[in-house]
């Protein structure tokens, strides 16, 4: 059902070419109608974050691919709900055009992170950090989690405030027709 689902709105968007916001906002089902598109694309920031190896990182080394950027903590109930369905939707569609970045924000040890997603079982998200909250409140973050989405040149489209199905039918939809062509 979520296939024949996804390749009927598929079809819908391929012939509005591109993806616009009234299109994208009529996909919005069940968690997703809590996703707030912005009427203009927001610019985001050139803070770093701490990746999994202790590198700097930026939002810039993602553009060209639609991002989902999810801000996070290890001792945040709803984040513990939302990060398997995080973690099914990179598998389903991650990949050159598209990815899930996880950034766990405030005082979240490695230590803690890691045990974190192995409770969880959640081995292909990304271990990023932002202890500082230097990002997180560089983009306004408020309360977690926060799931932001990211266009290909890595302007803010859209934003959701709180746990969410991100591997739905209607959250598929939404992303995949950000991403195909």
Not at 18 to 38: C, I, P, S, W
Not at 60 to 74: E, M
Not at 139 to 161: K, V, W
Request: glycine share 6%; proline share 6%; net charge neutral.
């Amino acid at each position: 059902m979520r296939y024949l689902l996804a390749t009927i709105l598929y079809t819908a968007l391929a012939a509005t070419a591109n993806a616009d916001v009234y299109t994208l906002e009529a996909l919005r089902g069940g968690d997703m109608r809590k996703l707030q598109f912005h009427s203009e694309p927001k610019p985001t920031t050139e803070i770093a974050f701490i990746r999994a190896d202790g590198s700097i990182g930026r939002l810039s080394d993602y553009h060209g691919k639609v991002v989902i950027l999810n801000f996070w903590a290890t001792w945040c109930a709803p984040c513990r709900k939302e990060m398997p369905e995080l973690s099914a939707l990179q598998s389903t569609l991650g990949g050159n055009n598209f990815a899930v970045l996880t950034i766990a924000t405030g005082p979240n040890s490695p230590d803690k992170i890691a045990a974190f997603f192995n409770e969880i079982r959640i081995d292909n998200l990304p271990s990023h950090r932002d202890p500082r909250q230097t990002l997180a409140r560089e983009m306004g973050i408020l309360g977690l989690p926060a799931t932001l989405l990211l266009d290909r040149s890595g302007q803010e489209i859209a934003r959701l405030l709180g746990a969410a199905n991100w591997h739905s039918d209607s959250a598929l939809s939404i992303i995949q027709a950000l991403i195909e062509p």
